[in-house]
């Protein structure tokens, strides 16, 4: 099963990797173009989807394989992570204040989610670069052959 399961960390790690490959075809977007061209704002939108989708889905795979339970809400979950070592340097409540954004995605009016899109765009890329950077060095970690114990010990 722990095999699966980092299979399952490393599609998802190689997913975040592609995804925010693609941030720089949204930095230069306007609310004008958003609003009227509605091929780029679908595009952005699941952009945007997809990155928090996989982030959540990381951190579920991650406490599963820590044996943590997992919390009721998505942001409780990515929270969570802050009690994995390679995780503990990162400011989780700010990367899973993020997780809220899925349900404006879904729900709020263009305005509420052009706004929203708009801090996602500048600040998340680089929020979620680093919690991809934590992702790999935990991938890294549960890879290692353990520790052989040396004679007499």
């Not at 995780?87 to 990367?95: A, F, G, H, I, T």
């Not at 809220?100 to 765009?121: G, K, M, P, Q, S």
């Not at 680089?126 to 991809?132: A, G, M, P, T």
């Amino acid at each position: 099963m722990i095999e699966d399961l980092r299979q399952k960390l490393l599609r998802h790690i190689r997913f975040l990797e592609a995804e925010l490959a693609d941030s720089d075809r949204f930095t230069a977007l306007t609310r004008p173009e958003y609003l009227s061209d509605s091929d780029r704002r679908r595009n952005v939108e699941r952009w945007a989807e997809n990155i928090l989708n996989s982030l959540i889905d990381t951190a579920k795979i991650t406490l599963t394989i820590e044996k943590v339970p997992l919390a009721d809400s998505y942001r409780e979950i990515v929270e969570s992570l802050a009690a994995v070592q390679e995780y503990s340097v990162l400011d989780m409540p700010r990367v899973a204040a993020w997780t809220r954004f899925r349900n404006v995605l879904a729900h709020e009016y263009l305005d509420v989610r052009w706004r929203t899109l708009e801090r996602f765009i500048a600040e998340a890329p680089e929020q979620c670069r680093s919690f991809l950077d934590s992702a790999r060095r935990y991938l890294t970690r549960i890879s290692a052959p353990p520790a052989m114990e040396k004679p007499g010990e």
